[in-house]
């Protein structure tokens, strides 16, 4: 659709394009500690640029060959990167906490997309289910009634956009040498009618059948079952360990310091 | 005779994955670069490892091995240490300055580097947020005076 639109437009300028309109997006919606009225305006020209970045990144994607397919990947990967958007930005640190359960949710969507499909359900289990209430737990406990100061500030919010979007054009370039076929955007007719007739997912099919494993097929949690506790038992072991010692240590930690830091009791109550 | 001749080129399904990945770690580093509550800046560190997740099970797709998603696993469960001890130390930190800003401890940056001064930020807007309520029924309790003087928003 927007391929259509966009015909003539080379990928690089494209790219170049959804780079700048990131970085400006975000240096937008970043927090800077604005009057109520700015702030509602730079959010909302920060969320148009937002979009423009992201129209055109979805430009430079690749066909995937089947529209069903192409919908779904689309949907899911714009929940992840809209929501994780959105955390970032986010004045409340509560707020940033349900945006990054729906990145989450998003992130196990692509996962499912690119068949992993018990990472995707071990993501929401582990990830939503688990980390992310423990952080909820620790801002009940310790966020201050209303909007903190240094919530409404960022530090270098231009420079940090900047540095963000220059990485974000460096691996996007990285990642379209990979192919020596152009972007579905940038295409001449006869080369995008034979992509869209399927050849463009030909590769996959290939890359798969020459390593000898289908991932997509039965026994899915079975197989990567064996091949963790079969290739890399030992690595699980030492995971293990990890686990044990990240829990004594925090319960060392913490029961430390609360007898240290009673005298600074008195002085918490303060913003 | 190139070292990569007999590479083949990822599927179009993959580049994507990899796109998405490189989106969201991007976005976990301004996260990290920018912002000044600690929680916050943590929640992008878990974002950037979200990204790499995505661009790991993209090249076990396109190797069609399970290096990646093993490797994600282990991931997982880092994270869920890393969470652990970090949001002690967060707690350690309110417990010791009463905020949760990274500011509150710029005694500890290099020597070359100016001091970060908060300037008075202009007034906002603080309407208080309307949830629903039920109807009151019954008899009112009487006031409990040890509840009153708790803070009421957490």
Not at chain 1, 134 to 156: C, H, I, K, T
Not at chain 1, 225 to 250: D, K, Y
Request: one cysteine or more.
């Amino acid at each position: 659709m927007i391929a259509s639109i966009l015909p003539s437009i080379s990928p690089g300028s494209l790219l170049a394009g959804g780079v700048t309109a990131t970085a400006a997006s975000l240096w937008l919606l970043l927090p800077r500690g604005r009057s109520a009225a700015a702030d509602r305006t730079a959010r909302w020209l920060g969320w148009l640029v937002g979009v423009v970045a992201l129209a055109s990144f979805v430009a430079t994607g690749h066909r995937l060959g089947s529209v069903g397919e192409e919908a779904v990947f689309l949907i899911v990967a714009l929940v992840a990167v809209i929501s994780g958007a959105a955390t970032v930005v986010s004045r409340s640190p509560v707020y940033a906490a349900i945006w990054f359960a729906m990145a989450l949710a998003g992130v196990a969507g692509v996962l499912l997309v690119l068949g992993g499909q018990f990472l995707g359900v071990a993501t929401i289990v582990v990830y939503a289910g688990a980390i992310l209430v423990m952080f909820l737990f620790v801002l009940m406990l310790a966020q201050p009634a209303g909007l903190a100061p240094y919530d409404r500030v960022s530090n270098e919010p231009l420079l940090a956009a900047v540095a963000g979007a220059v990485l974000l054009g460096i691996l996007s370039l990285s990642i379209g040498r990979l192919t020596a076929e152009p972007p579905a955007c940038c295409l001449m007719g006869g080369t995008k009618a034979a992509l869209l007739n399927g050849s463009g997912s030909a590769a996959e099919p290939a890359t798969a059948a020459a390593a000898g494993i289908d991932m997509l097929a039965d026994n899915h949690v079975a197989r990567l079952g064996g091949e963790l506790f079969g290739r890399h038992l030992l690595a699980v072991e030492v995971a293990g360990v990890l686990l044990l010692v990240a829990l004594i240590g925090s319960i060392a930690i913490i029961s430390r310091g609360v007898a240290d830091a009673e005298p600074a009791v008195a002085r918490r109550v303060a913003p | 005779m190139s070292l990569f001749a007999d590479v083949v080129a990822p599927a179009p399904l993959v580049l994507n994955g990899l796109v998405v990945g490189a989106i969201l770690f991007a976005l976990g580093l301004v996260g990290i670069l920018a912002r000044r509550n600690l929680i916050v800046m943590f929640l992008c560190a878990e974002l950037m490892l979200q990204g790499i997740s995505v661009s790991l099970v993209s090249w076990s797709r396109h190797h069609g091995d399970w290096g990646g998603h093993v490797l994600v696993i282990f991931v997982l469960t880092v994270a869920a240490c890393e969470a652990a001890v970090a949001l002690v130390f967060v707690l350690q930190a309110f417990a010791r300055t009463g905020r949760l800003d990274a500011a509150a401890w710029q005694a500890l940056r290099e020597s070359n580097l100016s001091r970060t001064i908060d300037r008075e930020l202009p007034a906002i807007d603080t309407v208080p947020p309307k949830f629903p309520k039920l109807t009151p029924a019954g008899i009112e309790p009487a006031a409990d005076e040890d509840a009153l003087l708790e803070r009421e928003h957490v």
